[in-house]
């Protein structure tokens, strides 16, 4: 605007002097649908893509991730007026956490994921997924071993991959921006507060 101000006005003074060209009477001000007589120009609402797209899954292939799902709602259902995995975004979190992280723990993930899927194929023709907590349970409870020293994993690796999930679902629940804003709103110090006794998904104590 402070271009067209400072422009000299003989051009101006002459495109008038013109008889072949008529004024033209500038826009009229405001919103419009864009192009119309007496309308300004058209404005484009913006959505905001988060806020209708879920997001996508980009580490584990769809039976994975379907399996981190549920043992994610086993391993930390909402409890005690907390919220529980599902509520927090773990299974996603996760996805891109260990898809950070080194190729081991990626292979231990995978390997035990498909492991879940495999065996629930085997003893119920259904994906891990799909099975009702019984179930769930039966073929969770062979992979649940006490460890006395969390440095000390398991050797055998569907009970390492237990272990893993057990460590990283309620630790990843806890320090959740979900979990602290719920905590936050309740009043209750320290954000979110603890799980004191996370649920085992055999377990109950």
């Known amino acids: 605007m402070q271009a067209l101000a400072a422009a000299p006005a003989a051009p101006l003074i002459a495109q008038q002097a013109a008889p072949s060209q008529a004024p033209v009477a500038p826009p009229a001000q405001g919103r419009g649908s864009g192009g119309g007589p007496g309308t300004g120009p058209a404005t484009l609402e913006v959505t905001d893509p988060d806020s209708v797209a879920e997001p996508v899954v980009r580490f584990f292939a769809p039976p994975q991730f379907a399996a981190l799902h549920r043992l994610s709602g086993l391993i930390q259902p909402p409890m005690k007026g907390n919220l529980g995995a599902l509520d927090c975004g ?116």
Not at 137 to 143: K, R, V, Y
């Open 90 to 205: 773990v299974p996603e979190f996760l996805d891109f956490l260990i898809g950070a992280s080194p190729a081991d723990r990626q292979q231990l993930y995978r390997n035990g994921l498909d492991a879940l899927n495999a065996h629930a194929k085997k003893q119920f023709s259904k994906s891990f997924a799909d099975l009702d907590d019984s179930h769930a349970h039966t073929i969770l409870q062979p992979m649940l071993v006490a460890v006395p020293w969390p440095k000390d994993p398991p050797k055998d690796a569907l009970q390492q991959f237990m272990f893993a999930a057990r460590e990283d679902i309620p630790m990843a629940t806890r320090n959740s921006p979900e979990f602290a804003a719920a905590g936050a709103n309740s009043g209750r110090r320290g954000g979110g507060g603890l799980v004191w006794n996370p649920i085992d998904p055999v377990y109950r104590g």
